[in-house]
Antibody, heavy 123, light 113 residues
Framework: QVQLVQSGAEVKKPGASVKVSCKAS????????MHWVRQAPGQGLEWMGW????????NYAQKFQGRVTMTRDTSISTAYMELSRLRSDDTAVYYC????????????????WGQGTLVTVSS | DIVMTQSPDSLAVSLGERATINCKSS????????????LAWYQQKPGQPPKLLIY???TRESGVPDRFSGSGSGTDFTLTISSLQAEDVAVYYC?????????FGPGTKVDIK
């Protein structure tokens, strides 16, 4: 069965960086785009961008351009999201989410989600 | 960016009764070339990630109970739970995937009356 397992909670100081991992299993990792979505405490869902695990190509939301980097390691079926220059309003649960389409479709329709990683930014 | 709104913000429904959630997009999410509405619905329970319920506005995801149904086209959409069960207590989000960035609605909280 498809599973996305994310790394554990992080506490960071303002200005630091955080790198969250998302290990995929149960399907061909390179066949499905991976997106990242975050959710601030008690708030809604905010899309951050995607990575094509096959090519490594990325597309980031304008809001995060220059601060976010999405990468992957196909040898261990793992996607990563690194966010730099953290601020207090980056405190959120970060999710990886698989794009449903497969066959190289980036369409942001999400059929499987990781369990979420809480990133707390506090001095 | 497309703006998504939902109504109501919350609702309480008796067990076995119907729950109806509305979602509106600031521009049409109907793609004329394939006549598909790029609109999805997700359910999120406390402490859990969202779960895909409906896509293409009215197609149920595999394994989703048939008491969940979606309807609408263009800019106005509805999620209906025909007979509310205790396990349906959650926040429900609509999401457009017609254009980048994909945008989620603010959510509707469903509780038991």
């Amino acid at each position: 069965q498809v599973q996305l397992v994310q790394s554990g909670a992080e506490v960071k100081k303002p200005g630091a960086s955080v790198k969250v991992s998302c290990k995929a299993s149960g399907y061909t990792f390179t066949g499905y785009y991976m997106h990242w979505v975050r959710q601030a405490p008690g708030q809604g869902l905010e899309w951050m961008g995607w990575i094509n695990p096959n090519s490594g190509g990325t597309n980031y939301a304008q809001k995060f351009q220059g601060r976010v980097t999405m990468t992957r390691d196909t040898s261990i079926s793992t996607a990563y999201m690194e966010l730099s220059r953290l601020r207090s309003d980056d405190t959120a649960v970060y999710y990886c989410a698989r794009a449903k389409g497969g066959s190289g479709s980036y369409v942001p329709l999400f059929d499987y989600w990781g369990q979420g990683t809480l990133v707390t930014v506090s001095s | 960016d497309i703006v998504m709104t939902q109504s109501p913000d919350s609702l309480a429904v008796s067990l076995g009764e119907r729950a109806t959630i509305n979602c509106k997009s600031s521009q049409s999410v109907l793609y004329s070339s394939n006549n598909k509405n790029y609109l999805a619905w997700y359910q999120q329970k406390p402490g859990q990630p969202p779960k895909l319920l409906i896509y293409w506005a009215s197609t149920r995801e595999s394994g989703v109970p048939d008491r969940f149904s979606g309807s609408g086209s263009g800019t106005d959409f509805t999620l209906t739970i025909s007979s509310l069960q205790a396990e349906d207590v959650a926040v429900y989000y609509c999401q457009q995937y017609y254009s980048t960035p994909p945008i989620f609605g603010p959510g509707t909280k469903v509780d038991i009356k």
